[in-house]
């Protein structure tokens, strides 16, 4: 008996020490994926200098790996749940590795063309992995455990927004552009070696399938959704800013929007209809009944929109208005990051002393409350210093990591494993379509307020009627990125300084009343999360959820480790 006894003791531990490896795996690999949508920004005046590329050619090596990424998200992990997740991860990182490699030496070979090609690739890639993690972590994680995976890779998630810019302006400064896509090719080896060794395949709900016209329908109405809300800032949202640009008296983009959401609803239709005759399908509407599920993606959504816009406007206000290096404006923000990844790691023992609805709820108001004081601070100082900055950053960034943390851990309690790894695409299609629509509603915001603040700045200084008109209109058309070269070409001025300080004060102002605008909407998202499930409510849901999960393996609809 004793003999027994301690082989189980054994067996646990082995157990135990092969979910920390696959956690190291698991952690490799999303830090890739996400880093990827950050890093690249940075390097992207280095690439278009290299190649020679207009803004708008610069701003699509950014745009495609998002778009791709996100029309892909709900198909990956629909074939993630039916082929296995851990097969899929595995592709995954070895399509991201080529798209890497492909990146790294298309300044050699290939050129633009080939530089596209990669970060289609990447995107391809990328949407292989991330809704895979997610439903393999769901499957195989349990208790306190699972309580941490989810924190460290909410919080992670959330570092890397901070991170991934300061770590992108380190290569290119020291190194060379190419470094930003190096550097993720020991990161995918490393997470692959941890995943092939240590991750068991699971799996969801089985394929009686492939629905051909479902796939098309999702790739066309998400991928639709995104290439319209990246474009709408420098196309228009409704008038074209071109007239070459013009279909019909109108932008593309309305076109292009109206063609996504009605092959979205023709998806979400299709779906119900192929469900409710058990025919295959890419989406089972019936997630959405889940309480916690439907709520969580509508946080999600408004949580990232205002998460965005400080991430958005902040970096322009470092650089353009304090005259930061993109270095020393990444070290900055970079304090989010850093403030983000420890409070997600404080997440988990927090969860068990009080619940996960109230780390989420905490972590919102810390995040809303510390926009709040950046509103005053740049309203109220001229010339905030960056220790100021710092303090308000770190405290937003500690809120960051509660509320990512567990919102990813409370959306995934209360769905079946069979339904894993759709439910994990859909909150990544949700969050990278929040992040599109918030840089398109911030930068509109942004926009609005700098017609307000920056001709009244204008106006208070001796310049004639027409140096104001095209102060004003270059500081505004560029979002501040003219106020340096402004500045020398107005030097020889005796007001120079005077000139300069109303310009920078009315961009200062601008930025205060977006980041107000922010807080606002964090504010919506703090009042929903009050509507989570407590502590003995959502321990009960997932008492129910495991007993589903059981009886579906035994009836052999799906396999988990």
Known sequence: MTGKTGKNEQSSEAKLKSKWLSLVGLVVAISAVIMDGTIMNVALPSIMQVFNLNASNGEWIVSIYSLIFC?????????????????????????????????????????????????VVQGIGGAMILPTIFSTMN??????????????????????????????????????????FWIEIPLSAVS???VIF??????????????????????????????????????????????????????????????GALALAGFLFWQAFRVKKNSSYIMDLRVFRIHTFSLSIAVQIVFRTGLVGILFILPQFLQNVLGMSALQAGEITCCTGFASLVSGLLAAPLVKLTSTKAVIVWGMAIQALSLVGLFFLFRLSPDPGPWALRGWLIAYGFGLGLTSAQLSAILMSGVPNKWGGQASSIQSTAVQLA??????????????????????????????????????????????????ELEKQM???????????????????????????????????????????????????????????????EAGVTERA
Not at 83 to 106: C, E
Request: a positive charge; hydrophobic letters at 50%; charged letters at 15%.
């Open 139 to 180: 499957a195989i994680y349990t208790g306190g455990m699972r309580i941490f995976a989810f924190a460290l890779f909410g919080s992670l998630m959330s570092a890397m927004f901070g991170v991934g810019p300061w770590l992108g302006g380190l290569l290119v400064t020291y190194a060379s552009w190419q470094w930003v």
């Open 491 to 553: 030097a020889a001025r005796p007001d120079a300084s005077k000139v300069d300080a109303h310009i920078k004060r009315g961009f200062e102002n601008g930025i205060a009343d977006t980041t107000l605008v922010s807080a606002a909407v964090l504010a919506v998202s703090f009042a929903m999360c009050l509507g989570f499930p407590g502590k003995k409510k959502l321990k009960k849901e997932r008492a129910e959820v495991r007993e589903e999960d059981e009886e579906e393996e």
């Open 71 to 119: 029309a892909l998200l709900v198909t990956s992990g629909r074939i993630a749940d039916a082929l296995g997740r851990k097969k899929l991860l595995i592709w995954g990182l070895v399509v991201f590795s080529l798209g890497s490699v492909l990146g790294a030496i298309a300044g050699k070979v290939g050129g633009y063309p080939m530089l596209m090609g990669a970060r």
């Open 435 to 484: 992040s599109s629509l918030g840089v398109g509603i911030i930068a509109s915001v942004f926009t609005a307020f700098l017609w307000t603040e920056i001709p009244a700045a204008v106006n208070n200084t001796s310049l004639s009627s027409v140096e104001k008109q095209s102060v004003t209109t270059s500081v505004i058309s560029t979002q501040g990125a003219s106020i340096p």
């Open 198 to 259: 240590t991750i068991p395949d699971t799996y969801g709900e089985k394929f009686k399938g492939l629905d051909v016209l479902g796939l098309l329908l999702s790739i066309i109405g998400f991928g639709g959704l995104v290439y319209g809300l990246i474009e709408g800032k420098s196309m228009g949202w409704w008038f074209a800013a071109k007239k070459s640009d013009s279909w019909a008296g109108l932008s593309p983009v309305p076109w292009v929007l109206f063609i």
């Open 192 to 194: 692959a070696v941890f």
